[in-house]
């Protein structure tokens, strides 16, 4: 499909350098995994029973602020929001080795 406005030319343009589209690819990449872990948190959520508020709540967190997270597409939570809601939820998102595990 052609381009039709300025900002998608401008973007096909860019995609032409493949250093740009490699950064483009790997970038598409890493907020699919985002993606993917809230979508998990939230099924979670819902299976367990819980209101977006409740598990606010139990995570320590502002109740506008999950809903936020768990409504919009393609959010970009630190890692700490991310074990608030993991814990809150009852849920082991990480394997960490033996040795990190015993710190």
Known sequence: ???RTGAERYF??????????????QAAERIDEIDRILG?????????GLSKAELARRAGLKPEAVR??????????TLETVLALSRALDV??????KELQEA
Do not use: G, I, S, W
Not at 40 to 48: A, N, T
Not at 92 to 97: A, M
């Open 1 to 3: 499909m052609k381009p």
């Open 12 to 25: 096909a343009e860019r995609m032409k350098d493949p250093a740009y589209a490699e950064a483009h690819r």
């Open 40 to 48: 998990f948190l939230d099924q979670m959520r819902v299976d367990q």
């Open 68 to 77: 936020r997270l768990l409504t919009a597409e393609h959010q970009n939570p």
């Open 92 to 97: 082991e998102l990480f394997q960490l080795p």
